[in-house]
């Protein structure tokens, strides 16, 4: 593969594109499986606290929550430190990408890390009903025909309030927090799904965590959950 003048962003945008192709990701793409699981993928604004909407929903539903357990999993198929994983969760490594004239590598320890990150997110979602929360579950596991997105947000004056309430934070921190951990989210959905798929973009639901509160929010998923098991004949 020739490199025009260095250039590390095409780089990384056919790395990406490599890493995620239908035959990379081991979903069904023309055979739908009837048995494939139904998952529910939660993608949020920083500051929602969807992983509250996710406990509710696992104890309403009766089916496993995996938000922080899949970092746990990752380090373990990485063979390292969980730590190392975190550092990394949900944001585009500032690493210089490295590469050599005589072969192709974009990869950051970030990429690499998310690789294992994705397998076990693969792994998962392809195995049980269950509820993933963020890391970009809904692209790698866009292929499952029972997939259900969500993506929860809410008021930045509500998101500030609870980043204040979890972290102890004065009001110009938390703006400053939310608005830096946002930005990663999204350039983490950017470069992973190489260009193909924005934090915001084609959920199935939009819930306002504000407007309904976690129960609420989950009384909406959880009636999406419910409907899509009947159809499937599984209720």
């Not at 260095?6 to 945008?13: E, H, L, R, T």
């Not at 970030?110 to 998962?124: R, Y």
């Not at 790698?140 to 259900?148: A, G, Y």
């Not at 921190?173 to 350039?187: D, S, Y």
């Amino acid at each position: 593969m020739a490199i025009v003048n260095g250039n590390k962003a095409d780089v990384s945008k056919l790395y990406a594109q490599d890493m995620y192709a239908n035959d990379a990701l081991g979903a069904p793409t023309e055979l739908v499986d009837p048995e494939y699981p139904v998952v529910i993928t939660i993608a949020r604004e920083y500051g929602t606290d969807a992983h509250e909407i996710g406990i509710a929903l696992q104890e309403r539903l009766g089916i496993p929550l995996y938000d922080n357990e899949l970092l746990i999993r990752a380090a373990r198929r990485s063979d390292t430190v969980v730590d190392k994983v975190a550092s990394y969760d949900e944001m585009v490594a500032a690493e210089m990408m490295t590469f050599l004239p005589d072969r192709f590598d974009a990869r950051t320890t970030a990429d690499k890390l998310f690789e294992s990150l994705k397998q076990v997110i693969l792994d998962v979602g392809s195995s049980e009903s269950c509820i993933i929360i963020g890391r970009l579950s809904d692209y790698i596991l866009r292929d499952n025909p029972n997939l259900i997105t969500v993506y929860v947000t809410a008021p930045l004056a509500e998101r500030v309030e609870i980043v204040q309430r979890r972290r102890g934070l004065t009001e110009a921190k938390a703006i400053k927090l939310i608005k830096k951990m946002q930005r990663n989210r999204e350039l983490f959905y950017k470069r992973y799904s190489a260009g193909k798929r924005k934090l915001r973009q084609g959920k199935d639901l939009v819930i306002n965590r504000a407007l309904f509160g976690v129960e609420g929010c989950c009384e909406i998923i959880a009636t999406a959950y419910e409907l899509k098991m009947r159809e499937l004949g599984r209720m």
